[in-house]
């Protein structure tokens, strides 16, 4: 009865972590490309906001590829967290380091 509890806590935790929101982030000279996936989709119109620097304080929308830019003004390198909600309320985060050498 045991080995069926764990079995069956560990299928619930992977199937639960694979319908998460995916982010991914392509750090550029004055900013991020950042891709949200869901299910291994692209998550149109999810919300992408910067959670550490308070310059930036704004909300940005991914398109249909759920791809948006995110203009970053930071004078040293540093690790950025980015945070998305898609449209089905589906929470996840990153951290990424951008680099002010180039």
Same mark, same amino acid.
């Given at each position: 009865?045991?080995?069926?509890?764990?079995?069956? $806590?560990?299928? %619930?935790?992977?199937? #639960?972590?694979?319908?998460?929101?995916?982010?991914?982030? $392509?750090?550029? /000279? !004055?900013? %991020?490309?950042?891709?949200?996936?869901?299910?291994?989709?692209?998550?149109? !119109? $999810? #919300?992408?906001?910067?959670? !550490?620097?308070? @310059? @930036?304080?704004?909300?940005? @929308?991914?398109?249909?590829?759920?791809?948006?830019?995110?203009?970053?003004?930071?004078?040293?390198?540093?690790?950025?967290?980015?945070?998305?909600?898609? *449209?089905?309320?589906? *929470? #996840?985060?990153?951290? $990424?380091? /951008? #680099?002010? !050498?180039?």
């Amino acid at each position: 009865m045991s080995s069926l509890k764990v079995l069956t $806590a560990t299928a %619930a935790i992977l199937m #639960s972590t694979s319908a998460l929101a995916d982010i991914r982030v $392509a750090d550029t /000279h !004055n900013g %991020a490309w950042v891709t949200v996936t869901e299910n291994g989709q692209p998550a149109a !119109n $999810a #919300s992408v906001s910067v959670a !550490n620097v308070p @310059q @930036q304080k704004k909300t940005y @929308q991914t398109d249909e590829n759920g791809r948006v830019f995110i203009p970053l003004t930071i004078e040293q390198s540093r690790s950025v967290k980015y945070k998305a909600k898609t *449209e089905s309320g589906r *929470e #996840s985060s990153r951290f $990424a380091f /951008h #680099s002010t !050498n180039r």
